[in-house]
C-alpha cells in the first residue's frame, strides 16, 4: 500500500512541475520563431545573446530577474535601439522595477545593437 502512495505522490509531483503554457501558445511561439529564423537580424541577435549571460535573467515570454524580451519588444520601437544598447552596456535600474541590469562593458555598441534588434523582433 505503501509504494502504491509513493508512486502517486510522484506522479503528482511530475504533473504539477509540468510545462503551464497552453499548446496555443507553444504553436505561436513556433510560428513566430520559423516566421523570423530567416531574418538576418534575428540569427545574428540571437546567436549573441546564447553567447552572452543574457538568458540568465531574460527569457522571451517569461520574467525572470530581467524583463522577458517580448514584454521589452512591445514597449519600444526601432528608435530606440541605440538607448537601449546604451543601457546593456552601462547597465540601468528603475524601469523593469528596482533589481539592478548589470553592466556588459565588454560588449561592443555594435553587438548591443544587434541583440535589440533580435529582441524587437519578438513584438507580437
Same mark, same amino acid.
Given at each position: 500500500?505503501?509504494?502504491?502512495?509513493?508512486?502517486?505522490?510522484?506522479?503528482?509531483?511530475?504533473?504539477?512541475?509540468?510545462?503551464?503554457k497552453?499548446?496555443?501558445?507553444?504553436?505561436?511561439?513556433?510560428?513566430?520563431?520559423?516566421?523570423?529564423?530567416?531574418?538576418?537580424?534575428?540569427?545574428?541577435?540571437?546567436?549573441?545573446?546564447?553567447?552572452?549571460?543574457?538568458?540568465?535573467c *531574460?527569457?522571451?515570454?517569461?520574467?525572470?530577474?530581467?524583463?522577458?524580451?517580448?514584454?521589452?519588444?512591445?514597449?519600444?520601437?526601432?528608435?530606440?535601439?541605440?538607448?537601449?544598447?546604451?543601457?546593456?552596456?552601462?547597465?540601468?535600474?528603475?524601469?523593469?522595477?528596482?533589481?539592478?541590469?548589470?553592466? *556588459?562593458?565588454a560588449?561592443?555598441?555594435?553587438?548591443?545593437?544587434?541583440?535589440?534588434k533580435?529582441?524587437?523582433?519578438?513584438?507580437?
Amino acid at each position: 500500500m505503501k509504494k502504491y502512495l509513493i508512486v502517486s505522490l510522484l506522479l503528482s509531483a511530475i504533473v504539477a512541475c509540468g510545462d503551464n503554457k497552453t499548446e496555443g501558445t507553444k504553436e505561436t511561439a513556433t510560428e513566430t520563431t520559423n516566421n523570423l529564423s530567416s531574418n538576418p537580424d534575428y540569427q545574428k541577435g540571437l546567436a549573441l545573446i546564447a553567447k552572452n549571460d543574457c538568458l540568465t535573467c *531574460h527569457k522571451v515570454d517569461t520574467k525572470l530577474t530581467g524583463p522577458a524580451y517580448r514584454d521589452v519588444a512591445n514597449k519600444y520601437s526601432e528608435k530606440d535601439i541605440t538607448t537601449l544598447a546604451q543601457k546593456v552596456i552601462k547597465g540601468g535600474q528603475g524601469v523593469w522595477g528596482a533589481i539592478p541590469m548589470t553592466p *556588459h562593458p565588454a560588449l561592443a555598441q555594435a553587438d548591443a545593437e544587434q541583440m535589440i534588434k533580435y529582441i524587437l523582433l519578438l513584438k507580437k
